[in-house]
């Protein structure tokens, strides 16, 4: 425990992706002061929410106690009860829920919240399935479609090593904007110890980004959810002007002829040319020409796309179609090269599990057979069954239920580390759906407006206020020791499952602290603990971890676990399955809610919604600090917006027929004609009509997922008035 005084060394997390360092002067039990990472090179630097994070924790409407519900839901009435009635009130419903309907009415909803190792999204899940069971998601917001894509190409997933860039001749970020996404804390840095190398950037996005800002030498702006098309059509320029590398092909690929085929237009009659781009993507078909003979001829280049483009309609194609480009240009496995997927590298840190993450099994898994459109893969494993319900689907599972087609009827719900009400599509059938249940439990440390709907409310404490460590992309390990007591009567999840558990009569739940835990956890990585606990983290400044280097170096002893145990450019494994939305090769796809689709006439923006400055999604919306530094605005182009007779700083009414928003409009040419962004996570906030004023993109997506599973957040038309 804190002493008067004392600073601390912390890792950070709020599932940004960061994990940096924060520098805590505590003093009487009080955080004063928040610095960084001022130790040796590179550092862990935080960004402005971690720098806000006193705010934070003394936020004035931080949860304190545990509340159960008085008003109706939505409306935010509740009074405060003790941890027992909380605890009771819960596992009680559970089991008359389980006794009732089956184990699989009850629905566990988490994303990630803090990804601590003892404190995660898993201690319900662990208590949960020791209790009976408890039907669990797939469909990862962030990547399922990268994730699908992975294990039918490379047949499991590996990121890009950020300490690689510097080692690129050229590098191409596709849709990446580490300068404000800070998926492994340095990315930004180490681009910029690139460029001052010499490295040369393409970036392409609908947006003008800061990272476009920071280093492009080349700004390619796209039409959202046609990136498949723009590669398709590089592979062409590739192929024609005979630019591939044709012994890497050979040697490490299967099935690239049949993808040529499909190229030039042998299979369907239709040449996937840069003109025939040009028309889907709204790339001039010479930039495509251009675009790809630099990535052809520079050697060696890195091609680097995010999940952005992924979270469309199709977008497991964009991701396959990325892998095929690195593959046509022999850039996999190879120093300054890449496999053409993401930038998350944890490198070669050993990633134990907490104690959490044993659940045991989950019972309601247990009874399931698997998605026809699931991979045969271990990774499928849990995530392929069909008892799973996809993570754009629970809305409408929740309201139509075994009469929809769902594997259950669903009565009760169970939310921890997640404002699945905002973050998920459909703002406002996740209304309808949610008043339609028997009863809601959340985890939370804010009344936000998930925690609104709920019967009981239990309060979350920080990760300053718990024992914890954290993994980052660094590459390093950073401890999370407590600073200052919990607030109120907050209390860590591992704690809250703990009674949780007991009250469900579970005897063998939790025999450790978290003291003892983490010593466990991290005696593999960090074999003194006392010195890493004294540093606060411990980095990795080896040579970067390549991906695919042991196959490519010595493919005979190390193949590729796919059937063929090579990349899989045409994958026999999804053309058993027959289904021409997740075709074998690599193809371009016309998404929904494209500017193709008959829609478009009367809601003619495409709409993204990229991940927030200020806000870890949702997280931080609510601090003075950080809204007064980036307020929540709707990018607009100019052209769209003088034809509206909007001015910038206008209050705008965004809708579509699934809702409606009033939000600032930022007139910009850093969109491009045709596209909007409304960045992820602002708090919905309805009038009485329904009209959300808090800026929430949700309200406007559509809730369906890719055929590969991938979120499709970014594949949303709108109409744009002035409000
Ligand atoms: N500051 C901050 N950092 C974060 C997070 C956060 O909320 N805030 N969240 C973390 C998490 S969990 C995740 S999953 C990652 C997400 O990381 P990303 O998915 O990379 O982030 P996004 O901002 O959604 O998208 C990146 C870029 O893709 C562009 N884009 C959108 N649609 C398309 C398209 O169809 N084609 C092309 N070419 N570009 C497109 C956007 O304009 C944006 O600049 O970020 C992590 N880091
Ligand atoms: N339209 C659109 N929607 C998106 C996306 C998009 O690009 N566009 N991105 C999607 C992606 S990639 C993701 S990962 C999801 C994220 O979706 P969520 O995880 O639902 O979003 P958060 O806002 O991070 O919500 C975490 C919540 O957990 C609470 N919480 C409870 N306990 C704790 C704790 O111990 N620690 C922390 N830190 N928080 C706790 C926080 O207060 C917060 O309300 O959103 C998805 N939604
Ligand atoms: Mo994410």
Redesign the pocket.
């Known amino acids: 425990m804190a002493t008067a005084g004392k600073t601390y060394y912390v890792g950070t997390d709020m ?4 994990a940096c360092l924060l520098k805590v002067h505590v003093k009487d039990g009080v955080i004063t002061r928040l610095e960084t990472d001022d130790g040796d090179e590179p550092q862990l630097r935080n ?1 402005l ?1 971690c720098r806000a994070y006193r705010q934070r924790v003394y936020a004035p409407d931080r949860l304190l106690y545990p509340l159960k519900r008085v008003g109706k839901r939505g409306e935010g009435k509740f009074k405060r009860i003790s941890w027992d009635e909380a605890l009771e009130t819960i596992a009680g419903q559970y089991k008359r829920v389980k006794e009732t309907y089956g184990p699989a009415a009850m629905i566990y909803l988490t ?2 919240g803090d990804i601590g190792q003892v404190h995660n999204t898993r201690t319900a899940v662990r208590a949960f399935c020791l209790a009976g069971g408890c039907t669990l998601m797939w469909g990862v ?3 399922e479609g990268w994730m699908f894509a992975c294990q039918a190409t490379y047949g499991y997933p590996v990121g890009n090593d950020h300490r690689d860039l510097p080692n690129s001749k050229l590098v191409i970020l ?4 580490p300068a ?4 492994g804390c340095g990315t930004a840095y180490h681009l910029a110890l690139a460029r001052e190398k010499g490295t040369k950037f393409i970036v ?4 003008y ?1 800061d ?1 476009a800002a920071l280093v492009a030498d080349r700004w390619v702006p ?6 498949s098309a723009a590669m398709i059509a590089m592979a062409y320029v590739m192929i024609t002007e005979n630019l591939h590398d044709k012994a890497f092909i050979n040697q490490y690929t299967v099935g690239f002829d049949r993808f040529k085929d499909y190229v030039l237009g042998q299979d369907d009659g239709v040449p996937k040319t840069p003109e025939w781009a040009e028309a889907i993507t709204g790339v001039p078909a010479q930039t495509i020409v251009e675009v790809a003979r630099e990535y052809a001829t520079t050697k060696p280049a890195a091609l680097l796309p ?7 309609a199709f977008g497991e194609q ?1 991701h396959r179609a990325a892998f095929t480009l690195a593959a046509m240009t022999g850039n996999i496995g190879k120093v300054g090269g890449s496999a053409g997927s993401e930038i998350t590298q944890r490198g070669e840190i050993p990633f134990p599990m907490g104690p959490a993450m044993r659940t045991g099994g989950n019972p309601v898994d247990a009874g399931s057979p698997m998605r026809k459109d699931a991979l045969p893969t271990p990774i499928s494993k849990g995530p392929g069954l069909v008892a799973r319900l996809h993570n754009s689907e629970v809305w409408d599972a929740i309201l139509k239920g075994k009469a929809g087609g769902y594997y259950s009827d669903y009565k009760m719900v169970y939310m921890a580390n997640t404002n699945y009400l905002n973050q998920y599509p459909n703002v406002n059938k996740a209304v309808k759906a949610l008043e339609s249940l028997e009863f809601i439990a959340v985890q939370e440390q804010f009344m936000t407006p998930t925690a609104k709907f709920a019967d009981i409310i239990l309060p979350t404490c920080t990760f300053l206020e718990r024992n914890d460590a954290v993994w980052g992309a660094g590459p390093h390990v950073a401890y999370q020791p407590k600073v200052i007591e919990p607030r109120g009567e907050s209390r860590s999840h591992l704690a809250i499952c703990e009674g949780l558990a007991a009250k469900l009569g579970l005897a063998n739940y939790n025999d450790k602290t978290d003291e003892q835990w983490l010593e466990q956890i991290m005696k593999p990585t960090v074999p003194d603990f006392e010195r890493f606990k004294e540093a606060g983290a411990q980095k990795y400044y080896g040579p970067p971890s390549i991906p695919f280097q042991k196959e490519i170096e010595d493919i005979e002893n190390n193949p590729f676990p796919t059937p063929s145990g090579k990349i899989e450019i045409f994958s026999r494994q999804l053309a058993d399955m027959n289904n021409p939305l997740l075709p074998p090769i690599p193809k371009y796809i016309e998404p929904w809610e494209s500017r193709n689709d008959p829609l478009a006439k009367k809601y003619p923006i495409q709409l ?10 949702s997280q931080f919306d609510n601090i003075p600090w950080l809204r007064e530094v980036d307020p929540q605005v709707i990018w607009l182009n100019t052209k769209d917006a003088t034809a509206r007779g909007i001015k910038d700083g206008d209050l705008v009414k965004v809708f579509n027929k699934r809702g409606k928003v009033i939000v600032q409009a930022k007139v910009t040419e850093r969109v491009m004609p045709g596209v909007a ?1 409304l ?3 602002a708090w919905y906030n309805p009038d009485k009509n329904g009209v959300d004023h808090g800026g929430c993109a949700n309200v406007l997506t559509v809730d369906k997922r890719s055929p590969g599973g991938a979120f499709t957040s ?1 594949s949303c038309l709108v109409q744009v008035e002035k409000a």
């Open positions: 599932n940004c992706g960061g960004c929410r994303t990630g917001a962030s990547n596709w849709g990446m904007n404000v996404i800070i998926d392409v996005d609908p947006r980004t990272t796209i039409r959202p959810g046609t990136d995010s999940k952005g483009p992924g979270r469309t964009y993204t919604s990229t991940h927030p400055k200020r806000r870890s999604h962004d960045p992820e996570g970014n």
